[in-house]
C-alpha cells in the first residue's frame, strides 16, 4: 500500500522530471497530479506558447501513460472523439473503430473552438468514465483524465463552454507568462526541450494506489465546516450570479485531500484548501453585470472570500 511519504517523494520526482522540459511551472503541475488522483479533469487556461500541450504530454510520460491529443475545431464531430463502427469488406461486418477518448491523458486542445454538440461527447466520458457507440457502452481506461485548454485572449470563432461542462472539470489551472529569469533559462536549455530525455517515474498501478489512499486521508469536521463556509460565501457574494454547488465543495475537499498527500501528510489542514480554493471554484462562478463593469474577475472574488472567511 502507498504511503503519504511516498506521494511526497513522487510528486518530488515528477517536478524534477517536468523541470527538464518545462521551466518555472512546478505548482502547476503539482496541481495537475493533484486533479488527477483525486480523478478530476483540469482546463489549463494560457495564451499560445507557454508549454500547456508540453506540460500534459510529460506528465503522460512520467507516468507511462498513454497520451492522446484532440485538435478541436469547429468541424470536429462527436465520432471523431468517441469512435464509430466502419464496415470491414473482407468480413461483411461492422467493426467498431475507438477513437482518441480511450487514453489516459487526453488533451483537448482549444475546446472552445468546438461546436457544443461536440463539446458535450466529452460529458458522459469525463463524469461517467465510459463512452456509448451506437447503442454499446464502453468502459475507458483507468486512469483517466482530460486537460482541456483555452486560449483567454482569443474568442473569435469560439463557443463557450455549457456551465454543465465546465462544472465537470475539477479544476481550471492558470498558466502564465514565465519570469524574465526563467525564460533565459529556457533559451539555455532549448536543446534539452527539443530534444527532451524524459524517465518513467512510475506506472499506472502506483498512481491508483495513490487515489484510494485519498479515502484514508482525515479531515477534521472543522475543516469541513470551513469548506462549507467558503463555498456558501460565493453564494452571497454581490458580484456572484450563481455561486458553486455542492459537487464544488465536494472537489474541494477532495483536491484538499490529494495535495496534502503530496506533501507526505494524511491529514487535511486550512493551508491545503487555501491552495485548492482558487484553481477549484473561481472557474465555476457565473458573475453579474456589476462585477464585469468594474473590472471584478472570478478569481479576484474567491481570493476575497479567502481573506473574509474564518480560518478553523
Known sequence: MT???????????LLREVGKVVVGK?????????????????????????????IAKTVATCFDLSFERIQFTPDL???????????????????LKKGPIFGNVILADEINRASPKTQSALLEAMQERQVTIEGTTLELPTPFIVLATQNPIEYEGTYPLPEAQIDRFMMRIEIGYPSKQETVQIL????DIMEPNISKITDASTLISCSKLIWNVHIDDSVRQYIVDITEAT???PFVKLGCSPRAAASL??????YS????????????VKKMVKPVLAHRLILNQDA??????????????VKKVPVP
Open 26 to 54: 512546478s505548482e502547476e503541475v503539482r496541481m495537475i497530479f493533484v486533479c488527477l488522483m483525486a480523478g478530476g479533469h483540469a482546463l489549463l487556461e494560457g495564451v499560445p506558447g507557454v508549454a500547456k500541450t508540453t
Open 235 to 237: 453564494r452571497r457574494n
Open 3 to 13: 504511503t503519504p511519504n511516498e506521494v511526497k517523494q513522487l510528486t518530488q520526482k
Open 261 to 272: 498527500l503530496t506533501d507526505g501528510r494524511d491529514y487535511v489542514i486550512p493551508d491545503d
Open 188 to 191: 539555455k536549455s532549448i536543446k
Open 292 to 305: 464585469k463593469l468594474d473590472g471584478v474577475t472570478q478569481g479576484s472574488v474567491v481570493e476575497d472570500i
Open 77 to 95: 464531430l462527436p465520432s471523431d472523439i468517441i469512435g464509430t463502427y466502419v464496415f470491414d469488406q473482407k468480413t461483411s461486418e461492422f467493426k
Open 253 to 258: 475537499q477532495l483536491a484538499s485531500a490529494a
